[in-house]
C-alpha cells in the first residue's frame, strides 16, 4: 500500500503541483513567455529525447506492438470523425467546426499521458506512450494543420470552398523539436542488437521523469487564463464524451482481440482517455481560428483527468 500511495502522490507533486506553480508565477510576470518557450523546448529536444532512448532500450519488441502506430492514429481519427460527421455540426461558423475538430483530433499523449503511464507501468508505460505521441505529432503536420486551413479558408471566403495553401511541410516534420524519434530509433537499434544497458540508467531514469514532469506542465500552468476561456466551458461537454467515452469505448473494443499484453492493452486505453492537447491551441493560433474555445477544452479536460479520472484509473489498471 505504501508503493501505491506513493505513486499516486506523483500526480500531486509531479502534474498539479507544477501547473498551479506554474499559473502562479506567470500572472505574477516571474515567469515571462521567452523563459516558458525555453522550458518546452528543452524538455522537448533534451529530456524527451533521453528519456526515449533509455525507455525504448529495454521495451520488449514484441508482434503486437507493431499494431501500437496502427492504434496511435486511431486515436486521433475516431475522434475527428466523431467531430466531423456529428457532434461539430452543431456549430454553423467554419471557424467553430474547425476549431472543433483539432480539438477533438488532438489529445495530450506523449506528455501527460507519458508520465501518467509511466506512474503505472514504469518505463514501459512511458515508451508506448512516446509512440502514441510520434504518430499524433505526425497527424498533427499532415491532417491537423490542412484542416485548421480549409476551415480558416471556407470563413474566410464564406462558405466557398479554397484550395490549400502551400505550406513548408518539410520544415514541419525536420525540426528540432522532432529529435525526439532519434532518440526512439537509437534505443530500438540498441534494443535489436542485444547490447546490455547499464543498470545506472534505470536509477537516472526515475530521476529524470520527474524533472521532465515539471518541464512538461509548468509552462502549461502558464497558459491558463479563466477570464479568457470562462464563457467557453459550458461549450466543452461534448468533449468529455468524446475524451472520456466514446474513444476509451472504442479502443477497448477494437484492442482488445488483438492485443493480449495486459500492459500494451491498458497503455493503450490510458492513452484514448487523454485530456485535450496543447497542441489544438497551436493550431488554432497558427490558422486564425477560437484559441479561447481549444483553451478552455484544455483546461476542463485536463482538470478532470488529473482530479477524477486517472486516480480511478490507477486504481482499476495497477
Not at 21 to 37: E, T
Not at 197 to 212: M, Q, V
Not at 231 to 250: C, E, Q, S
Request: charged residues 10%; contains cysteine.
Amino acid at each position: 500500500m505504501d508503493e501505491i500511495t506513493a505513486r499516486l502522490g506523483y500526480v500531486g507533486t509531479d502534474l498539479i503541483l507544477p501547473l498551479i506553480i506554474g499559473y502562479i508565477l506567470y500572472r505574477r510576470r516571474i515567469l515571462s513567455d521567452g523563459a516558458v518557450n525555453l522550458i518546452i523546448r528543452i524538455n522537448v529536444i533534451g529530456f524527451f529525447t533521453i528519456l526515449s532512448l533509455f525507455s525504448f532500450w529495454t521495451l520488449p519488441l514484441t508482434r503486437e506492438l507493431a499494431l501500437l502506430p496502427v492504434f496511435g492514429c486511431l486515436l486521433v481519427l475516431i475522434p475527428g470523425a466523431l467531430s466531423r460527421f456529428w457532434l461539430g455540426r452543431r456549430f454553423h461558423s467554419a471557424i467553430d467546426r474547425g476549431t472543433h475538430l483539432i480539438s477533438a483530433m488532438l489529445s495530450n499523449i506523449g506528455t501527460l499521458c507519458g508520465i501518467c503511464a509511466y506512474i503505472i507501468y514504469g518505463e514501459r508505460g512511458f515508451a508506448y506512450a512516446q509512440i502514441g505521441g510520434a504518430c499524433q505529432n505526425f497527424l498533427l503536420i499532415v491532417l491537423a494543420f490542412p484542416a485548421a486551413q480549409y476551415y480558416y479558408l471556407l470563413h474566410k471566403n464564406r462558405g466557398r470552398p479554397a484550395r490549400l495553401e502551400g505550406r513548408a511541410f518539410l520544415g514541419l516534420f525536420f525540426s528540432w523539436n522532432q529529435l525526439g524519434v532519434l532518440g526512439i530509433a537509437a534505443g530500438l537499434l540498441l534494443n535489436a542488437m542485444n547490447v546490455a544497458r547499464p543498470p545506472l540508467i534505470a536509477e537516472a531514469f526515475s530521476y529524470l521523469i520527474h524533472i521532465s514532469a515539471w518541464f512538461a506542465m509548468l509552462p502549461v500552468g502558464s497558459l491558463i487564463n479563466l477570464r479568457r476561456v470562462r464563457r467557453f466551458l459550458p461549450w466543452t461537454w461534448d468533449m468529455l464524451l468524446i475524451r472520456f467515452v466514446f474513444v476509451p469505448t472504442a479502443i477497448f473494443a477494437l484492442s482488445y482481440p488483438l492485443i493480449g499484453d495486459p500492459i500494451l492493452r491498458n497503455s493503450l486505453l490510458i492513452f484514448a482517455s487523454a485530456p485535450g492537447a496543447i497542441n489544438a491551441t497551436l493550431a488554432a493560433r497558427l490558422y486564425r481560428l477560437n484559441v479561447d474555445y481549444t483553451l478552455a477544452v484544455f483546461l476542463v479536460t485536463t482538470t478532470l483527468y488529473l482530479v477524477v479520472l486517472f486516480p480511478l484509473i490507477f486504481f482499476l489498471l495497477h
